[in-house]
């Protein structure tokens, strides 16, 4: 963890071999995070809160996830704030049309927020890349601050949490789409878009992240 400064809470960012780690820890050290990249889930263990980023296909990601999943779990069962961001947002949800997509068969996600990832409409541009609107739908911690700001999006694939309360904020792009989800219990939640590559107004919702972890 980091010593060099006095921080807010301390967040384990998941190390298991895909996603964007220094831009992620750049942004949550800015926001006041001590943060530690860690490829051995031991380490969820001691931490504030947990980030799962993620960049690439769902079924690779629970692929090189699996050593994580059971720890993933309980952490989070346990009441530990848990990020998942782009596809580690995906990877909260129970499965992915996208494996089957690609023809990879059935892929298992963490089932922490149960719904399924959906591919958008074969007349809409994939993937969406860019800045886009948010529209909160709901009070949470995260979104404090943030509704009507844009966010920077790349993906093909949405949540479709099996919830409705399960959403937070959506976005459109050809249809209202959940941009922000979470769980029930509110600390497992996930952003389809980057927040570190989001400027003032990911920055905001890292901080909203490191504020909840620091109320634990």
């Keep these: 963890m980091s010593t060099t400064r006095q921080t807010a809470a301390d967040v384990v960012v998941v190390d298991y071999g895909l996603g964007n780690l220094r831009s992620v820890t750049r942004g ?38 699996g050593p994580f999943r059971e720890t993933l779990v309980e952490e989070a069962e346990a009441g530990t704030p848990l990020f998942g961001i782009c596809l580690g947002m995906q990877m909260l949800l129970t499965t992915s049309e996208e494996a089957d997509h ?20 074969d007349d809409v541009k994939v993937p969406q890349m860019g800045w886009n609107e948010l529209n909160v739908r709901r009070e949470h911690p995260l979104v404090e601050g943030v509704d009507g700001e844009y966010a920077y999006f790349v993906h ?50 890292l901080r909203n992240f490191v504020d909840i972890c620091a109320e634990q």
């Excluded at 980023?53 to 996830?65: I, L, W």
């Excluded at 099996?162 to 509110?186: H, K, M, Q, W």
């Design 102 to 121: 690609a023809g990879e068969g059935d892929a298992e996600g963490l089932d922490l927020i149960p719904g399924t990832n959906v591919r958008f409409p």
């Design 28 to 65: 949550l050290e800015r926001a006041d995070a001590g943060v530690e990249i860690s490829d051995d889930p031991a380490a969820l263990r001691d931490a504030d809160g947990i980030v799962l980023p993620g960049v690439g296909a769902f079924s690779e990601g629970m692929e090189n996830a």
């Design 156 to 205: 093909s694939y949405y949540a479709d949490p099996e919830d409705p309360d399960a959403v937070v904020a959506t976005t459109d792009y050809s249809l209202d789409f959940p941009s922000i989800v979470a769980n029930e219990a509110g600390n497992v939640f996930g952003t389809q878009f980057h927040p570190e590559k989001s400027g003032e107004t990911g920055l905001r919702i």
